[in-house]
């Protein structure tokens, strides 16, 4: 038996095969797309989680250092981290990215503009609601430095601070010290 299609037969088939090929890219490009944007991390996600560490860290003291070395614990967050520093000392106590940080004095360490993060870092929390900071630092996988905001905020009753940071090209620093009033 001879099945015989004509050719407007076959001309239909390959268009709705073309348009359901385009539909599932459309819809795998929107939803992958929004899957990556909520992976980012935002300022209030900082602020909240560098509040959540402080609390942590204040009620845990040195016992709950170790926590935030942890490369898949609860201090790693979206794309971004929590940081535990020791102004006094300057050194990293706690980094679960990159351990050969901890112990090292950071104080010196400057981005490409000059600026010394950890000593900009350490000023700020100093203030009572802490504070955020600018610096340019290559984000991971890339060369070229782009603008990194980190806040720092002061553990109470102990010698440390917390902070985290995120790449944001967009938020001054004026509006991202509002968020610390909320």
Known sequence: MLIMISVEEVRMKFIKMLSFMGLVFIFSVFFSNDAMAQDKA?????VKKVR??????????????????????????????????DCNEGVIVAHAIKPKFVGRNLMGLKDVR??????????VAKLPEGGWVEYW?????????????SLM??????????????????????????????
Request: aromatic share 14%.
């Open 137 to 149: 630092w290559p984000e991971v996988g890339k060369k070229e430095p782009s603008r990194k905001v």
């Open 153 to 182: 905020l002061q553990v109470p009753n102990t010698p440390y601070q917390v902070g985290a940071g995120i790449y944001d090209e967009d938020k001054s620093v004026e509006d991202l010290k509002k968020l610390l009033k909320k």
């Open 42 to 46: 935002t300022p209030g996600d900082v």
């Open 52 to 85: 959540e560490a402080v609390k942590f860290l204040s009620q845990s003291g040195e016992v709950g250092l170790e926590a935030f070395n942890e490369k898949n614990g609860p201090w790693v967050f979206k794309n971004t981290y929590i940081f535990v520093f």
């Open 114 to 123: 000059g600026n010394y993060i950890f000593v900009q870092l350490c000023e």
